[in-house]
């Protein structure tokens, strides 16, 4: 039994939606590929020292939804503040088309799952257990526990390929009143200058 189906978790959907956004973002072909990439992100959160507990209201029509360059995620957990190049999965709206090259495989998944109890004693074995069913050639490059503003959290980076593509992911989980799952799915090797302003920009809304 796989490492007792890691104690539990919400692992299954948030593995599953990984290999989803994986596999899934780079099926549609993009429009206006001469427009130029825009760097310039709006300040979700604005405070220096980020409190991403902060809750916000927000309308349900906003949820899964790109306004202002700010992204909702689907069920209105949180919001960050996204590139003008990147736009929502036409086949799901947890996954963000990162650019506007035809074809780009670069992609963003955002899931958002039920609080974890065992968070905290996630070590790195645990997701390579998991994950090298799912991809070939998987090397961890970076596992830490930290802490994303107030709450508990993990980084992690790794190569591995699937379908013939190599790829990087950086995957960022947080343990709040849900478990938060934000995962940068790198083919093209020029997403990563973004991944930290995209973060800093997090904004917990329930």
């Not at 992204?71 to 949180?78: K, M, S």
């Amino acid at each position: 039994m796989m490492i007792k189906k890691i104690r539990r978790i919400n692992f299954a959907v948030l593995t599953a939606t990984i290999f989803i956004g994986i596999t899934g973002c780079g099926n549609d072909k993009l429009e206006n590929k001469e427009m130029e990439s825009s760097k310039t992100l709006k300040t979700v959160n604005k405070k220096s020292e980020k409190d991403i507990v902060d809750k916000k209201e927000l309308p349900e029509e906003s949820y899964g939804t790109i306004n202002d360059n700010i992204y909702t995620a689907t069920g209105g957990a949180l919001q960050m503040s996204v590139p003008d190049t990147w736009r929502v999965s036409d086949e799901d709206a947890t996954i963000l088309i990162a650019g506007k090259e035809e074809d780009t495989k670069d992609c963003v998944t955002i899931h958002v799952a039920e609080k974890d109890s065992n968070f905290h004693s996630y070590q790195q074995k645990d997701f390579e257990n998991v994950y090298n069913q799912m991809f070939d050639n998987l090397e961890f490059e970076e596992f830490k526990q930290t802490k994303f503003g107030n709450l508990e959290a993990i980084y992690m980076k790794y190569s591995c390929s699937k379908d013939s593509t190599d790829l990087i992911e950086h995957q960022y989980m947080f343990n709040g009143d849900y478990t938060y799952l934000i995962s940068f799915t790198d083919v093209s090797g020029k997403l990563e200058k973004e991944i930290q302003m995209c973060m800093d920009s997090v904004v917990i809304c329930k």
